[in-house]
């Protein structure tokens, strides 16, 4: 069964610092991986996705991640958080055309 | 591209009253579409599949009955809520799916801005 641990629940990080958020993934097969953002009281944004290729994605609004096999993980990145990127984070594999998304961690960043 | 809108953004109804919640992909066609609910704080649970023209798949524990949904079109899918209870209170999301014809790899979600259902 596929399933989804993001480790940590919570996340303080100053403005202008980097930030990683942790995922690993739990899959028989070849994951389809996602990254979401939601602000409070607001839908998910995708914010990146792998499907197979370059293990090193890219994404919007600055955010990378990086998918490794051999750990079972699609850690997210970001070199420099703004004010804005304060959110709930989601990660996500997909199968069956479906999603099964971790339970979340929430940024919180600091001026 | 690649927008979905939902509507109401935000509902308050009585209990044993029936609330529909519309689901639409603006510029891509989808034909499935997925339900979920989240609880504040907690992740997003699937509720069901909507494939267009054909009936929903639900996901065990989630009451068909109590949750209708329809997928009369590529572009809509609507979620009912029947005889709603205050435990029905929840915020509902919905996600369209893109397909190969609508020009993504077929396997990415697309969500909703959601929709905030209390019901007294």
């Known amino acids: 069964a596929q399933s989804v641990t993001q480790p940590d629940i919570h996340i303080t990080v100053s403005e202008g610092a980097s930030l990683e958020l942790r995922c690993n993934y739990s899959y028989g097969a070849t994951p389809y991986l996602f990254w979401y953002v939601q602000s409070p009281g607001q839908g998910l944004q995708l914010l990146l996705k792998y499907f197979s290729g370059d293990t090193l994605v890219q994404g919007i609004k600055g955010f990378e991640a990086e998918f490794k096999r051999s750990q079972s993980s699609f850690n997210l990145r970001k070199p420099s958080v703004h004010w804005s990127d304060a959110a709930e984070y989601f990660c996500a594999v997909g199968y069956d055309y479906k999603l099964s998304f971790g339970a979340g961690t929430t940024v919180t960043v600091r001026a | 591209g690649a927008v979905v809108s939902q509507h109401p953004s935000w509902v308050i109804c009585k209990s044993g009253t029936s609330v529909k919640i519309e689901c639409r992909s603006l510029?891509?066609?989808?034909?499935?579409m997925f339900w979920y609910r989240q609880f504040p704080k907690q992740s997003l649970m699937l509720m069901a599949t909507?494939?267009?023209?054909?009936?929903?798949?639900?996901e065990q524990g989630v009451e068909k009955d109590k949750f209708l949904i329809n997928h009369a079109s590529l572009t809509l899918s609507t979620l009912t809520v029947t005889s709603a209870h205050p435990e029905d209170s929840s915020f509902y999301i919905c996600?369209?799916?893109?397909?190969?014809?609508?020009?993504?790899?077929?396997?990415?979600?697309?969500f909703g801005p959601g929709t905030r259902l209390t019901v007294l």
């Open positions: 510029d891509f066609q989808a034909t499935t």
């Open positions: 996600s369209a799916r893109d397909t190969p014809t609508s020009g993504g790899p077929g396997n990415t979600q697309y």
């Open positions: 909507s494939n267009e023209g054909s009936k929903a798949t639900y």
